[in-house]
């Protein structure tokens, strides 16, 4: 028999905060590329190792440690991570030095840390978790993957009380900005919030990372149930991506009518966003919708934001108007789906349940 | 009983030859694959390496690839393996659609990256390789090739990346979410890699000496090796090579480089290994060894082993002197390794070894053996203390 697995924990850093999204007072953006919002990492971070730490080491494991605080976890029982990019901050900085001193005279410091696999390391360093620990780097698909590992670790392993599971991605000054020459990215002036009515190719795109304590105990904190996750790949025309979401329902019980909101990827651009749109029109038309790239940006593992934002809809029953992309409305949301697919690849389903 | 999950295809290509054949023929000669760069273009060139030699344009032109592509050496090396791995299990394009993929790399396509990354902002003419760099699209690039269509996904836990690759399959298979899944990693040398760990002061400017008292570092090597693992009602009707018995993931949880010295995750990988096999430790008859040739990994993986075998320890070899640490690649190297030690019932040499250590005492073997191989264990380590440890038998 499968067991129910719930989020008991979350931790969450991006360029938006709880309070600037359930008070409608989203922070306003007008580049193609924003930082995430730093919380205090020193709280959680002895300053020593901070200074050594790239961004995206200091927001995992920040993010990992605020997740577990918030589900009352000392030590879990495994680390699972996705990073799409991984730790591009130290990677540049090793590839940079690397050309401009022609391969003489490195250190290693950025080299070491430039691993995928850093952030998901650190933390099992910090909280000397000598537990299962896993990397994904599959593109958009990274956190779903680390997810579907997570999901499997609890069911295989009766004994498993904890597997901490979250997705990191960092900007680095130069890489990121290889956006801006090869059509990821928006041109011209842009505001985060008129992400959607541009009609423009590319998109804009941020960083964060967001941790999930999973466990397959429930308890009164509970977030949300995770029904399933699932990736898949497809020659994608809408009416093929619409057969494999019912099917994926069906298979956990549900019917389209069933779901109280469907939680998108669209992230601005015109081309990719016409499947979203698809969507909207037919199977998901009595569905409140809603949309989260124009909050915290485009990145591989911005799904997490999706998720961190459904748990908080799911506890407070209530959804911020500034999510909304049409008027159909959800008194008390129970289950959400989340969509989310990029350039045509790495289609990804999750399945979120009031618990 | 654990039957373990069947094994009905292998593929790789390595510095020692493209093709299970060629590998097979130079371990067997032991007769290794490590020389000096010359594909990779880096002034390190009295590092050794283990470089496949065969250049991007010809490994293009026997895949049949056309010009003005994104597919960097990582993926075209995977192409190769994983092609060799269908063949020899008899799939089908149909069969593919369904199949699942899971690749590990550790650094993608940064040959491409360091190529082109000073350029990229004057010139137009590379801007395909712009999303090259990251592991998910090199695992794109082989499975588009190839038309896989299942579920896909990459691991990147540096040097342990393609033992994870196997676990996970294993697992996705055990638990029913998959009937068929490719497992297995890929590599390819890189100026970025050579220059890290040549910046950390581990590469030897010898061939290496795993487990030998004045081993001084390790040789670096690029290759890609691929498993079919298929459920059992599929598995059934054909032959099945070897199976993945066991598996073990921890973490060392001491450093992010190094290995703390009593090998605390590399032990608990092994003996959640051999818990998920469920077999006696007596049972291995070979311990192919992550054994590097570093002054530290060789002292923690001893110490790992000498913990888990309190008294007579089997026989172990790294074979990472034939092929060069191939990253992400190595522990799918070394699977294919093992599984040839299962078939053909032989224990292939730790080459360069002429003194044991002084701490551990360990005698690898150093000549080929024969004789009666029913269990491999097989240990991969990496950076961010990753350890796993994966378990191998016979079809019995």
């Known amino acids: ?355 | 009983m654990n039957k373990g999950v069947a094994v009905t295809g292998m593929g790789i290509i390595s510095a020692l030859g493209n093709g299970v054949e060629a590998n097979f023929k130079a371990l067997i000669d032991a007769r290794d694959g490590i020389s000096f760069p010359e594909i990779l273009i880096t002034k390190h060139t009295h590092l050794p390496v283990g470089e496949v030699k065969i250049s991007n344009f010809n490994l293009e032109k026997n895949l049949l690839i056309a010009n003005d592509h994104s597919y960097t050496r990582a993926a075209l090396l995977g192409i190769a393996a994983v092609k060799e791995a269908m063949k020899s299990s008899g799939l089908s394009e149909k069969e593919l659609l369904s199949t699942g993929f899971i690749s590990g790399s550790s650094v993608g396509g940064m040959d491409a990256t360091e190529k082109y990354y000073l350029e990229y902002e004057s010139s137009k003419s590379h801007h395909q390789f712009i999303p090259a760099q990251h592991p998910g699209f090199t695992t794109k690039k082989i499975s588009d090739y190839h038309n896989i269509k299942g579920f896909t996904t990459t691991i990147s836990t540096a040097c342990s990346s393609g033992a994870n690759a196997i676990m996970l399959g294993a697992r996705l298979i055990k638990a029913g979410e998959l009937d068929r899944v490719i497992v297995g990693g890929t590599d390819c040398l890189t100026k970025f890699t050579l220059n890290g760990f040549n910046s950390l002061k581990i590469l030897s400017e010898e061939k290496c000496k795993a487990f030998d008292d004045s081993r001084n570092g390790l040789n670096l090597g690029e290759g890609a090796a691929y498993l079919v693992l298929e459920a059992e009602h599929l598995a059934k009707d054909k032959k099945i090579i070897g199976r993945v018995l066991g598996y073990g993931n921890a973490n060392d949880a001491y450093h992010q480089t190094a290995s703390s010295e009593t090998g605390e995750g590399a032990y608990r990988a092994m003996k959640d290994a051999l818990e998920v096999a469920g077999i006696a430790v007596e049972k291995i008859d070979y311990i192919n060894a992550h054994g590097t040739a570093t002054r530290n990994n060789d002292l923690s993986e001893s110490n790992a082993i000498k913990q888990i075998y309190s008294s007579k320890i089997p026989d172990l070899s790294s074979t990472k002197a034939f092929t060069g640490h191939t990253l992400a690649a190595a522990g799918a190297l070394e699977a294919v390794f093992s599984i040839l030690s299962l078939q053909k019932n032989l224990i292939f040499p730790n080459l360069n070894f002429f003194n044991p250590m002084q701490e551990s005492g360990l005698l690898p073997i150093t000549e080929l053996k024969h004789k009666s191989v029913n269990y491999v264990l097989s240990n991969s380590f990496g950076f961010g203390g990753n350890c796993t440890s994966l378990i191998f038998s016979k079809n019995e």
């Not at chain 1, 401009?100 to 080299?111: C, G, R």
Request: aromatic share 8%; with cysteine; charged share 20%.
């Open chain 1, 1 to 355: 028999m499968s067991r129910a697995i719930y989020i008991t924990g979350i931790g969450a850093i991006s360029a938006q905060t709880e309070e600037s999204i359930f008070s409608e007072k989203p922070v306003i953006y007008n580049s193609n590329i924003f930082q995430a919002i730093s919380p205090n990492f020193k709280e959680y971070i002895p300053a020593m190792a901070l200074r050594r730490m790239s961004k995206a080491i200091k927001m995992g494991l920040t993010a990992g440690k605020i997740a577990l605080q918030d589900a009352n976890v000392e030590l879990p029982a495994a680390i699972i991570t996705g990073t799409g990019e991984g730790c591009k901050q130290d990677t540049e900085k090793f590839l940079e030095s690397m050309l401009a001193q022609e391969e003489e005279l490195l250190t290693p410091t950025s080299f070491i840390q430039s691993t995928h696999n850093t952030v998901g390391g650190q933390i099992a360093l910090n909280l000397k978790c000598t537990g299962y620990n896993l990397t994904y780097s599959q593109e958009n698909a990274s956190l779903e993957s680390a997810l579907i590992d997570a999901i499997l670790l609890l069911k295989e392993k009766l004994s498993m009380n904890s597997v901490l599971v979250g997705g990191v991605d960092e900007i680095s000054k130069k890489i990121t900005s290889f956006g801006n020459l090869n059509g990821f990215l928006k041109q011209g002036k842009i505001d985060n919030l008129g992400l959607f009515s541009q009609r423009s190719r590319g998109t804009i795109t941020s960083e964060g990372a967001f941790f999930f304590n999973l466990t397959t105990e429930y308890n009164e904190n509970c977030y949300a149930k995770i029904k399933a996750v699932s990736n898949f790949n497809t020659d994608s025309s809408s009416v093929e991506i619409s057969e494999k979401i019912i099917d994926f329902l069906s298979r956990n019980g549900l019917k389209l009518k069933d779901l109280d909101i469907f939680f998108l990827g669209k992230n601005g651009d015109l081309e990719q966003d016409k499947i979203y749109e698809e969507l909207q029109i037919s199977i998901f038309a009595e569905s409140c919708q809603l949309a989260y790239k124009h909050l915290a940006g485009d990145f591989n593992t911005v799904s997490g934001f999706a998720i961190w934002l459904s748990c908080l809809i799911l506890k407070k029953q209530e959804i911020p108007a500034i999510l909304k992309l049409n008027t159909v409305s959800s008194t008390k949301p129970k289950n959400i789906l989340i969509y989310n697919f990029s350039s045509n690849s790495n289609h990804s389903l999750i399945l979120l349940q009031k618990p």
